[in-house]
Each structure stands twice: as structure tokens, then as C-alpha cells.
């Protein structure tokens, strides 16, 4: 499985952006799918994910403004963001696992996320 994150940029407060992570390869062996962060200076985090169910867990800090989808036909899995706030800003990255019991899990290589104030 590989993963192609886009849609990052550069927002002002207040804005939405729309991030996309195309999975190619054995997509329809994909279970949990999810978006992570990291600022600089500060680790990896949680941002929201996504089973195949389409169950989907928030951070705290994005309940209410962000939303994670997915379409599994397509490999695709989305985060739209609105209100964005200078705190969102971060290299965005997008996960998505395999298997049950032994779990491969794979990244895509991030991308850019800047909220200016």
C-alpha cells in the first residue's frame, strides 16, 4: 500500500482547507485509515480516524471543526477543515493499516498545513 497526501497550504484564521490521501496498491486490504500531525518541535499526534465502517474518533482540539471521510472503492480518505486557527498549523500525514492481528501499518509523506493569524 502507498499513500499520497495533498491539499496542504497556506490559510488565514478562520479559513477551510481539504486534505486528500490517495491509497494505491492492495487497497481493498485497508482497515483503520487516519490523519496525524506534527509541529515543529512537538511529536507526531492524533488528528482523526476512520475505520472502514466509516466509525470515525476526533483529537479533542479538531472535534466540531474538522471532519474525516473516506471512500473505500476509490482508496481515498479526506479531512475537511474549517475554522482553522494558527495551532492547526503542522506537517498534516495520513496512515492507513492492514491486517488484524499482525497490523502493517503505512504513511504517506505529509503535507503542509499553515494557518496564519
Known amino acids: 500500500v502507498q499513500l499520497q497526501a495533498s491539499g496542504g497550504g497556506l490559510v488565514q484564521t478562520g479559513g477551510s482547507l481539504r486534505l486528500s490521501c490517495a491509497a494505491s496498491g492492495s487497497i481493498f486490504r485497508i482497515n483503520g485509515m487516519g490523519w496525524y500531525r506534527q509541529a515543529p518541535g512537538k511529536q507526531r499526534e492524533l488528528v482523526a480516524v476512520?475505520?472502514?465502517?466509516?466509525?470515525?474518533n476526533y483529537a479533542d482540539s479538531v472535534k466540531g471543526r474538522f471532519t474525516i471521510s473516506r471512500d473505500n472503492a476509490k482508496g481515498m480518505m479526506y479531512l475537511q477543515m474549517n475554522s482553522l486557527k494558527p495551532e492547526d498549523t503542522a506537517v498534516y500525514y495520513c496512515?492507513?493499516?492492514?491486517?488484524?492481528?499482525?497490523?502493517?501499518?503505512?504513511w504517506g509523506q505529509g503535507t503542509q498545513v499553515t494557518v496564519s493569524s
Open positions: 476512520i475505520t472502514r465502517g466509516g466509525s470515525t
Open positions: 496512515k492507513a493499516e492492514t491486517g488484524l492481528v499482525a497490523v502493517t501499518t503505512y
